[in-house]
Each structure stands twice: as C-alpha cells, then as structure tokens.
C-alpha cells in the first residue's frame, strides 16, 4: 500500500509537471483567443472541430471557465455547432478532472478539501443526477473543484457526468449566443445574453434553495445564493 501511494504520487506529480511545461514550452496560454481560434479552427471543417474539442477538454479540465469555452464555440462554429462542441467538450474535461482524481490524486485532494468532499458526498450521494443538476446551474461555485472533490468522494460517475451535461447546458447556450455571429444585431445579442444569463442564475438559485432538502453544499456559496436571491428580492 505505501509503495502503491507512492507510485500514485510520483505520477500526480509527473503529470502536473508535464502540464505546466507542455502549456509553457507550447504557447498554449495564447491559444484561447479570438485570433487563433481565426486562424487554426474557424473554417477547417471537421480537425478543426476535433482540435476545439481536444482544447476545450483540456482547459475546462484544469480549471479554465468553461463560459469562455463556450463564447469561443460559437465563434468558431455559431450558436448550435458551438454549444454542441462546447458541451462536449466540458464534458469531457469533467470526466477528466473526475477520474484523475479518483485514480491517482485521491489522497491529496482529501487531504486539501476534506471539508469539500465531505458536504459534497452528502449533498449529492442520495440522488446524485438531480443534485447535481442545481450544483451546475449556480451562478457561482469552481467546476474543476466540484469535479475533483466528487472524483474522490462515493458519488457514482454517470449520473454526477448527466446531471453535469444537463446543468451545463443552459450557460453553454447562452454564452455560444454571445460568441456567435448570428444575424442579429451585436448590442441585441449581448442584451439577449445578458436577460438569459441573470434568468438561468435566477432559476438556479431557485432550485437550488428549494430542493437542496436541507443539505448545505458549502456554507459560503449558500451566503452568496442567499445574497443573490436577496438582490432579486
């Protein structure tokens, strides 16, 4: 068992390392712009979808807003291809972030979040699709922290990936809207953006302080859900 949790140390270790240098040494810190998503992806047909998809999982993974993502998204491919690509690829970097701290980073990541984990696994654990659907729509909250917290809690992966999607989906819509070139006028579509962005975090508040049943996800998102809730008011 110690050899074991050492090995599993070296390789977190070895990968993080290897992220950072590859992220570094590549330019990848460059390539999330309006510039290069011109020049690398729009236009390419399917390896430029493909290549969106593989950026897409890898920062979402690592804890890059997934909102940005999805402006990029609808850039590059416009409102329906773009939320499409978008979500897939969020998806992907959740289940990413999920494993590798199932498989390899389970120590540490309780040892850094244990309180995190704890209130996570109670919150989700009895039903985990619905649970973690209000989780997802919050306007507020770190993904990549949900995703890894719940990778070394007891939380089962598929309903927490379809709960995930789901949740997803409506900020994915509505920020692919605001990158797209739809025909329609840019201050309406930001307005459009705007009114759907503060409904979707409206509803998510909504959900989240009626059904949550009790349970508390973290003490200081439920102060900032009832600050939110309280400027509505």
């Not at 999805?70 to 690829?89: D, H, R």
């Not at 984990?117 to 770190?142: A, K, W």
């Not at 709960?163 to 692919?176: D, H, V």
Request: hydrophobic content about 50%; aromatic content about 10%.
């Amino acid at each position: 068992m110690k050899w074991s949790r050492f090995l599993r140390g070296i390789v977190v270790m070895a990968t993080l390392l290897g992220g950072i240098y590859l992220w570094d040494s590549q330019g990848l810190s460059q390539v999330l712009t309006n510039d290069w998503i011109e020049t690398h992806i729009k236009g390419q047909g399917v390896s430029g979808e493909f290549l969106f998809m593989a950026l897409a999982t890898i920062a979402t993974g690592i804890g890059l807003p997934r909102q940005v993502i999805s402006s990029l998204a609808g850039y590059a491919f416009g409102l329906m291809m773009g939320t499409g690509l978008a979500l897939v690829g969020t998806i992907l970097g959740c289940m990413g972030s999920f494993y590798y701290a199932r498989l390899l980073a389970r120590g540490p990541i309780q040892r850094r979040f244990s309180g995190r984990v704890r209130r996570l696994d109670n919150f989700l654990h009895d039903n985990t699709f619905i649970m973690t659907l209000l989780v997802r729509m919050l306007p507020v909250g770190s993904n990549v922290v949900t995703n890894m917290a719940a990778g070394v809690s007891s939380v089962r992966a598929i309903p927490f990936f379809l709960g995930s999607a789901l949740g997803y989906l409506p900020q994915t819509i509505i920020f692919a809207l605001l990158g797209s070139s739809v025909e329609v006028d840019p201050a309406k579509r930001i307005t459009l953006s705007v009114v759907l962005f503060v409904a979707s975090a409206i509803l998510g508040v909504y959900l989240y302080r009626h059904f949550r049943h009790g349970k508390s996800l973290d003490k200081s998102l439920d102060d900032e859900v009832i600050e939110t809730t309280a400027s509505d008011d």
